[in-house]
């Protein structure tokens, strides 16, 4: 007798049946990891609010994206999300890098710097949806050439990747939002770009399926 295939993890997911709204860039846009991870999860209904090359801070660097071309940044356009999701997920910050954006301190209130803008923008979802469940995911590992003073992982400030990655844990941490740490635990790095990156900063199908997998298993760990 053919022994029964295991049960998926949907048939353990809170998530069933409930909705999720994902903020982010275009790596979020693209509309990639969030299929996979519904698949999975058994959410109804996810809402792509990605928008290309745009920032979590109100960028105002050289570099800085043409908002009136791609949009407004993730700590202005998450008050144009539906406030009834049960989810809410940001995932950003490779655009605050590599388009030189202010770090910033943990003190700071405005989008003006990347603390602040996160501090604005997880205040500001959480007063929405209070009920929602907030997570967020740091940026990956990238070898991405195309932005202006980058060098590896390090941008024209002087500022590293896992600058950023470290501001969104501090962050996250005061206002209790549970973080995918996927700057580390992705299984993405320089070394390994190549098999997983299609440019160097998006994922390609196997980077989106690594990272979906990863997603999935620390969503259904939040309650």
Not at 106 to 118: E, M, N, V
Not at 159 to 178: C, F, G, K, R
Request: aromatic share 10%; hydrophobic share 40%.
């Amino acid at each position: 007798m053919n022994n029964p295939p295991p049960p998926s993890l949907a048939v353990f997911s809170h998530w069933q049946g409930k909705s999720w709204n994902a903020l982010g860039d275009s790596i979020t846009e693209f509309d990639q990891y969030q299929p996979r991870v519904q698949a999975v999860l058994g959410f109804k209904r996810v809402a792509n609010y990605g928008k290309i090359a745009t920032e979590i801070c109100d960028g105002k660097s050289p570099q800085s994206s043409d908002q009136a071309l791609y949009g407004l940044p993730m700590s202005i356009r998450y008050a144009e999300m539906d406030t009834a999701a049960d989810l809410v997920t940001v995932f950003g910050g490779t655009n605050d890098f590599g388009h030189n954006e202010p770090l910033g301190t943990l003190s700071d209130t405005t989008r003006a710097t990347f603390y602040g803008a996160l501090k604005v923008m997880l205040e500001g979802i959480i007063t929405a949806n209070p009920a929602a469940r907030v997570a967020i995911f740091t940026p990956l590992q990238r070898t991405f050439a195309g932005d202006p003073g980058v060098t590896g992982m390090t941008n024209a400030l002087g500022l590293q990747l896992v600058d950023y990655a470290n501001a969104i844990l501090e962050v996250a941490a005061s206002y209790s939002v549970p973080v995918l740490d996927l700057y580390r635990t992705a299984g993405i790095s320089p070394q390994n770009a190549a098999c997983f990156l299609a440019d160097g900063i998006h994922p390609n199908a196997a980077g989106y399926e690594r990272i979906a997998r990863q997603m999935a298993q620390f969503l259904n760990r939040i309650a």
